[in-house]
């Protein structure tokens, strides 16, 4: 919003005098809002924005340009961009009416040209745009991103910012091994199962996470452990031997969050430490693994879970 200030004159019998010096505001007939529908993003992610334009004057505003900075911030390298338009988004309306697609340019910035508000009207504009690996994933990630209009007649830029903060979950993968990978008769076995955990946020045991498996042929388990701890049955995990079915328990599984690393280009990546050696004492770990050693055919899965923190006393660290 403009101020303006004015004084009078007053001049009489070769003198002068001033008034007081009177202070107004010029109120812009056009307001912008901008909103972030998604409740939050990983990377990868789709976020969808709506942009409305409010006038309240008499005369219609044509000729509007609508920049997005996409959440541009400086680095080292340079400005790197947490959004990325998505080609073919933007939807357009006046007073609810779908519009031609108006002009768009990807940038980044991202722009768009062309855009009209009706007097006593409003225009509406919602796109999409992808989080690349520039944002933030931690659990204080945030993505902030501003809207300026410009053109069309306004005396002055405006602006508008949505603020889109990072999911706080899990985000697991798991993997299998066997060793040895050629085994003979009656021979004994070891498989290993691998849950890494990515997300910002700690798998409990609060989720109810269960590793299930059914070997064929059917195994004879010897031992189970989870990051080296052994694990009884049925306190930890069930294995029937008539059908090769084996479960963890629900509530037994827990992965540490990531931590995550900022490269020199800007982009972030979760973090893993090397593997330690099995003597020394378990510190948190990103990563969980849990083995089972079989004989006879007859055996289960071991497996480890780990995200990317610091390593457990028997995790094979990878990426």
Same mark, same amino acid.
């Given at each position: 919003?403009?101020?303006?200030?004015?004084?009078?004159?007053? *001049?009489?019998?070769?003198?002068?005098?001033?008034?007081?010096?009177?202070?107004?505001?010029?109120?812009?007939?056009?307001?912008?809002?901008?909103?972030?529908?998604?409740?939050?993003?990983?990377?990868?992610?789709?976020?969808?924005?709506?942009?409305?334009? *409010?006038?309240?004057?008499?005369? !219609?505003?044509?000729?509007?340009?609508?920049?997005?900075?996409?959440?541009?911030?400086?680095?080292?390298?340079?400005?790197?961009?947490?959004?990325?338009?998505?080609?073919?988004?933007?939807?357009?309306?006046?007073?609810?009416?779908?519009? /031609?697609?108006?002009? +768009?340019?990807?940038?980044?910035?991202?722009?768009?040209?062309?855009?009209?508000?009706?007097?006593?009207?409003?225009?509406?504009?919602?796109?999409?745009? @992808?989080?690349?690996?520039?944002?933030?994933?931690?659990?204080?990630?945030?993505? @902030?991103?501003?809207?300026?209009?410009?053109?069309?007649?306004?005396?002055?830029?405006?602006?508008?910012?949505?603020?889109?903060?990072?999911?706080?979950? /899990?985000?697991?993968?798991?993997?299998?091994?066997?060793?040895?990978?050629?085994?003979?008769?009656?021979?004994?076995?070891?498989?290993?199962?691998?849950?890494?955990?990515?997300?910002?946020?700690?798998?409990?045991?609060?989720?109810?996470? +269960?590793? #299930?498996?059914?070997?064929?042929?059917?195994?004879?388990? #010897?031992?189970? #452990? %989870?990051?080296?701890?052994?694990?009884?049955?049925?306190?930890?995990?069930?294995?029937?031997?008539?059908?090769? !079915? %084996?479960?963890?328990?629900?509530?037994?599984?827990? +992965?540490?969050?990531?931590?995550?690393?900022?490269?020199?280009?800007?982009?972030?990546?979760?973090?893993?430490?090397?593997? $330690?050696?099995?003597?020394? !004492?378990? @510190?948190?770990?990103? #990563?969980?693994?849990?083995?089972?050693?079989?004989?006879?055919? $007859?055996?289960?899965?071991?497996?480890?879970?780990? /995200?990317?923190?610091?390593?457990?006393?028997?995790?094979?660290?990878?990426?």
């Amino acid at each position: 919003m403009a101020s303006f200030t004015n004084m009078a004159t007053l *001049s009489y019998n070769g003198s002068q005098i001033n008034s007081n010096v009177v202070t107004g505001e010029l109120q812009d007939a056009l307001t912008i809002t901008k909103t972030a529908v998604s409740g939050g993003y990983r990377p990868g992610d789709t976020v969808t924005y709506v942009v409305t334009l *409010s006038n309240t004057g008499t005369a !219609a505003l044509t000729g509007l340009t609508l920049t997005d900075d996409l959440g541009g911030s400086t680095v080292a390298a340079g400005t790197v961009y947490p959004l990325a338009y998505v080609p073919g988004s933007v939807l357009y309306y006046n007073g609810g009416t779908a519009q /031609p697609a108006p002009t +768009v340019t990807a940038g980044p910035p991202m722009t768009v040209t062309g855009v009209t508000v009706p007097a006593g009207g409003n225009a509406t504009l919602v796109y999409q745009a @992808r989080v690349t690996e520039f944002a933030a994933p931690g659990v204080e990630g945030e993505i @902030r991103n501003t809207v300026t209009a410009s053109g069309g007649g306004l005396a002055t830029p405006l602006t508008a910012t949505a603020a889109t903060a990072a999911r706080l979950e /899990p985000e697991l993968t798991i993997s299998k091994a066997l060793s040895p990978a050629v085994v003979t008769g009656n021979g004994p076995l070891t498989y290993t199962f691998t849950i890494r955990n990515t997300g910002n946020t700690a798998l409990t045991g609060q989720e109810g996470a +269960v590793i #299930t498996d059914t070997f064929d042929p059917i195994l004879n388990i #010897t031992g189970v #452990t %989870f990051n080296g701890t052994a694990w009884t049955s049925p306190e930890d995990y069930t294995y029937d031997a008539a059908t090769g !079915a %084996f479960a963890t328990v629900a509530g037994k599984l827990t +992965v540490p969050e990531a931590t995550f690393t900022q490269n020199a280009d800007g982009s972030w990546t979760p973090c893993c430490d090397r593997p $330690r050696r099995p003597s020394r !004492a378990p @510190r948190r770990n990103s #990563t969980a693994r849990c083995r089972a050693r079989c004989a006879a055919w $007859r055996g289960w899965p071991g497996y480890p879970a780990w /995200p990317v923190r610091r390593p457990s006393p028997i995790r094979a660290c990878s990426r």
